[in-house]
């Protein structure tokens, strides 16, 4: 590196870094904030000496850093002077010795505010523990609900970093990469910032995945140039239409993104070639009249339907009822004149930038309080909400609040035509819990388009639904299995812990006591032996049972606990083994073959699933939770390792179809105990007679219920319901019990 006398840039960087500076500045006086060019001047100026003399890992000079990040907040987000500011002095506080304070002498309140806001969220949201993985991603959604700003520029940062990580050492690279497909696309998909999200998603994937990456792009563009040709084909007639039609618009070929494609070849098991959305058409008209956006669309859609056969099933209007992102635009998918199906979408000019900068345009347009932001809100609110009422347990916490970036979503209506907006796979309870977490708390069923339908009724977009409680409910932790929405899980989990803290306490008592006078002394390893001898998933599970009741405290568990060294922890779900039928029973684990990765699969063998802590080659798929009493099927891939599906999960269904020769046959080891039973039951429909029923199968006789579906019609019902249960004797004395229920005329074990 040439250095000047008290300069640490050569001449040929000083001109690289004004250029690019001055590029921020044009970019900027020529969107349509106000013109507030000093304030920024200042802010370059001094970020420049206070990064002075530092170069990133790629060896180029600090500050080109910064004046990129505001370069991106600016052109590709669309944020104005104030934002351009922080984003140029977004790493000064962390990475030197000036403080925030500094900057709010020099820049006022707002920037250092920002700055502020930055600087705590900085670093990666991985740390080495998932608390502090949490624990920085609350950080992060805190200061958005304070200030959107500081995530979007957060977002610029990222953007960058992934754009030139190149640069970074591999280990670094993956945990980048990582973190980036975890948290930060789907929050951009979240804030609208769709252009943001996919280049996220495609860098993401380009580091972790450099083989396919590699193969994909270079299958798009081996197939670009007939792709064109049938876009060529199927587009002119379209243009001709709209052209005729008067529109001024500009119609362009969209081709999914490596990432996207990647994943459809995933989840559906087909190759390259099968791939037939690969590209879509989108339409953008000029439409200076906000009025006539909504007919022109359909407009639009009309004329191309006169021209190809429409699909059915596939036309979105996100005009009538927008994302909760915002998203605006009509899509639909017609028959290709190469006999693929081709989505179009259209959209307005308006709708166009909302789509593709998100929020920062929402405020471009903003007119008094419209729908879309109001959505918006209410998507913050909920992340407020959550964040308000912290979970003790931290993955508990992430998940919940990832489940609500990933979601996809449905519009329901309640009997007054109000809409809600909810994750796909929502359900009657969920709709409930977003009414008040009391109406939750207490919903015994649901009516769906005026049926009477159970609680964990999942829901379709444009369902109408109404909810039914009742005083004498109360939450029930099997619940959690089919609740979707963040903040319908948040709340049940508060619920439950309220009902069971007086249990839990009463549990610590107990325990502290029998410690004392076993003379144990009380540390972690003691409790966490104790939760492996009665298998409680954490702390309050294992106080909860002693409050209750449901377990006692013995000489020979004292015994056990005193004996150091021994009896690590052993978790119930977390190894398994297969075991070939005929074989001896789970004590006796030496002599069981255990498959190992490198032993072959025999597939004509049926192979027997037990919970047991040795030996794991094999995993539970995350999509379905396999547990036992499912009926289960097994897939084995190139490395022998076998993942275990539910037999009628979707995934599996696909898998099934492509990749029959993978199949193992499995089934759960009756050693096991638990299976899963089906009660039939019908009877007179009355009054409070589905939560009766309820409350007796869950409550009194304390069995797991994993399925009820009831249908009532006129005055009759029909139940079907699935329980898991030890042996054929309780499933009788279920029934006996439910036929004395006033009402019930059957019920009888399928
Ligand atoms: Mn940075």
Known sequence: MTMNNNKFTTPEEDQIIEAAFQDVLDGYLASNHRKKVEIIKR??????????????????????????????????????????????????????????????????????????????????????????????????????????????????????????????????????????????APLAHRLGLFAIKTELEDLSFKYEHPDAYARITKQIADSECCRSSVYKDFSTPITQRLKEMGLKFEAKARVKSVYSIWNKMETKHIPFEEVYDLYAMRIIFECDDPGREKALCWEIYSAITDLYRLHPDRTRDWISVPKANGYQALHLTVMGPDGNWIEVQIRSRRMDEIAEKGFAAHWKYKIGDSDEESELNAWLHTIKDILDNPEPNAIDFLDTLKLNLFSREIVVFTPKGELITLPKDASVLDVAFSLHSHIGCHCIAGKVNHKLVPLNQKLKSGDQVEVLTSQSQTPKPEWMSFLATAKAKTALRQALRREQQPAINRGKEIFAKFLEEYAISDSNDVITKAMGIYEAANRDQLYYMLGNGDILLTDAIAKKLKRQGQNKERSLFSKIIFRIPGMKSSTETEETPQLQPNTPINMKETYLLTYDDKGANFKFSGCCCPIPGDEVIGFVDDNNEVTIHVLDCPRALAMKASYGPRIVSTRWAEVQGKFLARVHIEGIDRFGILQELTQLISNHLNIDIRRLNIEAHDEVFDADLSVLIEDAAVVNDLCNKIKQVDGVTKATRV
């Not at 990475?95 to 505010?113: C, L, N, R």
């Not at 949490?134 to 957060?154: G, P, Q, W, Y």
């Not at 754009?163 to 990469?177: D, E, F, H, V, W």
């Open 43 to 184: 802010a370059y100026k001094f970020a420049q000496e206070a990064h002075s003399g530092i170069r990133r890992r790629s060896g180029e000079p600090y500050i080109l850093h910064p004046i990129a990040v505001a370069k991106i907040a600016s052109q590709e987000i669309g944020l104005g002077s104030t934002s351009i500011c922080a984003a140029l002095l977004h790493d000064v506080v962390e990475d030197t010795d000036y403080t925030v304070e500094d900057i709010e002498q020099h820049f006022g309140p707002k920037i250092a505010q920002l700055v502020a806001g930055l600087t705590k969220i900085s670093g990666g949201i991985f740390g080495d523990k998932a608390s502090i993985q949490a624990e920085n991603f609350r950080k992060l959604l805190l200061t958005m609900s304070e200030d959107i700003r500081v995530v979007l520029i957060k977002m610029a940062d990222r953007l960058h970093n992934m754009r030139t990580l190149g640069s970074m050492a591999p280990n670094k690279q993956y945990k980048i990469a990582g973190e980036t497909l975890y948290i930060y």
